[in-house]
């Protein structure tokens, strides 16, 4: 019998959108007319409702998202700006499946949300069965006649393409072909079931959500730990129990080819993914221990990839967050809605019924930042209003926090690193 388990954690690099079978015998593809549908639940519209005979004459793109997709959310901006630019001729329309009211609350609480102009459509069900899909954000493109010219990652839709489009220029946009049944329980290796204890590693799999997880086989006291399309730095995440998140500062990489981990800007997203994202999996004992099977996981990689990626601890200068005063009465929380926008651009940023962690978060994604950490002790939720434009300008940052009582000083101290080397020059290191 087979058992799921949970290890590691769950977290979702995309929203996977749950599409159901019958969906398949409506989807519309390149080359169709979209039925001249109504379509209900619109916010930032004139109407509660339209029919897509009423964007007849305007390219029109479907942007489907979710309130907690990161990546739609960092993408609205970008969207909102060319709705803006070619607003005569082109309509961009953000469609999500989730309830009026969650949609609402975004809109409200988050900075993206607050800014956002683009008519948004919520509660879908009709577009989402002409559109099947499981991977966010996903962009339909129709033409001023109602066909559909594009599906495609919302990379691809920036001026350049637009102003194509309008153009009646088709351009080189790649279908986005999201595989709706994948079984993640199935091995990587054909034969596996003969193999007792092994690991492997394969390809890209286009189309294909990622995804990790464990899976337990009692009856021949196996464990099987997988990784679906996931680049090389968040492989490593998981091995080091990290999951997917680690703080930027915190990452010591010294590796030739950095452009293996990160992808260079001014490129298509899809083909480095095709190059740089793997699928993984080890088959071990079910006795075997979670720090072991982590070690396993590490070693794996790094044989793979002829890397040394590893935790060490190194002293370094960083920015300790401290206490000058006892007094907290500024930083107690008023509000009952949690509020962050600390992330924002916004000239006054806002953190209300959350944790003092968020700001060492915000200081340790500075790029070519030192490392931030918390000794002020303070466990409860703060609300603090603090006028700076940027993290990256501490002394700003510390004549914010001043009224709270707090203060950065750099200092030095022993803290654990992720390093990320090459495999011959961490030996060559290791034998100097």
């Known amino acids: 019998m087979k058992q799921k388990i949970c290890l590691l954690g769950l977290l979702c690099l995309f929203l996977r959108a749950q599409s159901q079978t019958s969906n398949f015998a409506n989807a519309l593809k390149i080359g169709d007319h979209v039925p001249d549908i109504t379509i209900n639940n619109f916010i930032n ?3 509660k409702s339209a029919k897509i005979s009423d964007f007849k004459g305007k390219l029109l793109i479907l942007d489907f998202w979710a309130t907690n997709c990161g990546s739609c959310i960092r993408a609205m901006p970008k969207m909102d700006s060319l709705a803006k630019k070619f607003n005569r001729n082109i309509q961009i329309i953000a469609v999500s499946y989730e309830k009026q009211a ?10 993206v949300g607050r800014s956002m102009q683009l008519p948004i459509v919520t509660d879908d069900i009709k577009l989402r069965s002409l559109f099947p899909h499981r991977i966010l ?3 339909v493109w129709i033409d001023e006649n109602g066909m559909v010219v594009g599906i495609t990652e919302p990379e691809y839709v920036n001026e350049r393409n637009v102003q194509a489009m309008l153009a009646h220029k088709m351009p080189d946009m790649p279908v986005k072909t999201d595989m709706m049944a994948y079984d993640y329980q199935q091995p990587l290796l054909v034969n596996s079931s003969k193999a007792m204890i092994y690991s ?10 990622p995804k990790f997880g464990a899976v337990t086989d009692s009856l021949n006291n196996r464990l099987r730990f997988y990784i679906i399309n996931f680049p090389i730095l968040q492989m490593y ?8 998140y680690f703080p930027k500062t915190f990452m010591q990489i010294q590796i030739r080819d950095t452009a293996r981990l990160q992808m260079p800007s001014g490129i298509y997203r899809n083909p480095w993914k095709q190059k740089n994202n793997f699928c993984y999996e080890t088959v071990q004992s079910s006795s075997t221990s979670t720090a072991r099977l982590k070690e396993i996981i ?3 990689l790094n044989r793979f990839f002829n890397l040394d990626g590893r935790m060490e601890k190194r002293k370094a200068k960083c920015l300790v967050l401290q206490r000058f005063k ?5 930083l107690a929380t008023t509000s009952s809605i949690p509020l962050n926008t600390l992330h924002s651009k916004d000239s006054v940023k806002v953190i209300s019924g959350g944790s003092i962690s968020n700001i060492i978060w915000e200081l340790n994604e500075i790029k070519n930042g030192m490392p931030a950490i918390d000794e002020t002790g303070i ?20 004549q914010a926090l001043y009224k709270y009582g707090l203060v950065l000083k750099e200092e030095m101290r022993e803290l654990e690193f992720f390093v990320l080397s090459d495999a011959q020059a961490s030996t060559q290191s290791s034998l100097n």
Do not use: C, W
């Open 137 to 139: 954000s996903h962009e």
């Open 298 to 300: 590490r070693s794996d």
């Open 326 to 330: 006892e007094e907290n009465h500024l």
């Open 102 to 111: 969650i949609v609402t609350a975004f809109l409200k609480r988050n900075p």
């Open 200 to 209: 492997a590693i394969d390809s890209y799999k286009q189309g294909v959500a």
């Open 237 to 244: 995440m998981l091995a080091l129990d990290h999951l997917l």
């Open 379 to 398: 466990k409860e939720n703060v609300e603090m209003h603090l006028p700076i434009q940027s993290f990256a300008n501490i002394p700003q940052v510390n």
């Open 45 to 47: 519209y004139p109407n």
